[in-house]
């Protein structure tokens, strides 16, 4: 089976796609109409070295697989990909597809804060089926950054070009971030449903002797049992309840460690052990942070 396609530079991406050359080798953007790849040709599985944003609309039938998911791309969507992460494309000839690829090297903002920043934003990890979905007055702020950026790209450049690009970037990335954050708030039964199912999960998890037997359940399990990626579960539960998977899995612990020092003569290493650490001061100390008493203070205000 033939491995990934590797495409190191954006000059190389827009050979493969029958584009111009770009006007800055560090980045580009250009329109789905613009691409002309040959009926024949099938991009199967790519991967970049540069940062991917893009927008899509109409797009005649295909599918598109990002890590293990497929999305189709009846309506628009903005998607987000990071450097080195494995895209397949399957049966897109990209006939009548709208929208804009954005494609930029982390050399280009070397040296701006942007080059730390830009790991923080979760939406580059998320999987395709956890696309952005923009209203209309959200897309139109995204194509006016996107304007400004084809603007100061095919400008000639000065001393101002660089800054000013990137400055557009971090807009770019703050609002689509704002417009995460009110997904997760509109689409209440979806998240509804998502942390019904998550309670279920963790409560299986606890009810069967799993923590004895594979430890503490991780925010990777929880999120393949949910079918997500674990950022976006991530992302998704801060905004909806404040506390991340993380926090959310640390608290069904205190709540079953409650349980147990309340109603049990277990000892306090026998109750971690039960609970999946694999040392009691990992216990005790989780304990004391999130409830301000040792485990045996809080046994003792039962007695």
């Not at 280009?108 to 395709?128: E, T």
């Not at 039960?274 to 009691?280: C, K, M, N, V, Y």
């Amino acid at each position: 089976m033939k491995g990934p396609e590797k495409v190191s530079s954006i000059s190389t991406l827009h050979q493969f796609l029958g584009l111009k050359k770009p006007s800055n080798p560090l980045i580009s953007v250009f329109n789905f109409d613009e691409v002309k790849l040959a009926p024949e040709t099938i991009l199967s599985t790519v991967i970049t070295d540069f940062y991917v944003i893009a927008l899509k609309k109409d797009c005649a039938g295909g599918k598109f697989k990002y890590g293990q998911q497929y999305y189709d791309f009846d309506e628009g969507i903005m998607y987000f990909i990071a450097p080195h992460q494995v895209l397949q494309f399957e049966d897109i000839l990209l006939n009548g597809v709208r929208g804009f690829v954005l494609v930029v090297h982390p050399d280009f903002f070397q040296g701006y804060p942007l080059a730390s920043i830009v790991k923080d934003y979760g939406f580059f990890s998320y999987a395709a089926n956890e696309a952005l979905h923009l209203s209309e007055k959200e897309e139109k702020s995204v194509l006016d950054i996107i304007a400004n950026v084809e603007q100061e790209i095919e400008i000639n450049m000065d001393s101002f070009t660089q800054d000013l690009l990137v400055s557009n970037l971090e807009l770019l990335l703050k609002y689509c971030d704002r417009f995460y954050n009110r997904q997760f708030l509109t689409r209440k039964k979806v998240n509804n449903d998502l942390l019904s199912k998550l309670e279920r999960v963790l409560d299986d998890y606890f009810r069967n002797d799993k923590l004895i037997i594979n430890g503490i359940p991780s925010v990777h399990f929880v999120a393949h049992e949910l079918n997500l990626s674990a950022n976006y579960l991530s992302d998704m539960l801060r905004v909806q309840t404040g506390q991340t998977t993380q926090q959310h899995i640390q608290n069904r612990l205190i709540e079953k460690a409650k349980e147990l020092l309340s109603t049990t003569e277990m000892s306090v290493s026998e109750i971690a052990y039960q609970l999946g650490f694999e040392h009691p001061q990992s216990f005790h100390r989780l304990f004391k942070n999130r409830t301000s008493f040792s485990p045996l203070e809080f046994r003792a205000s039962f007695n």
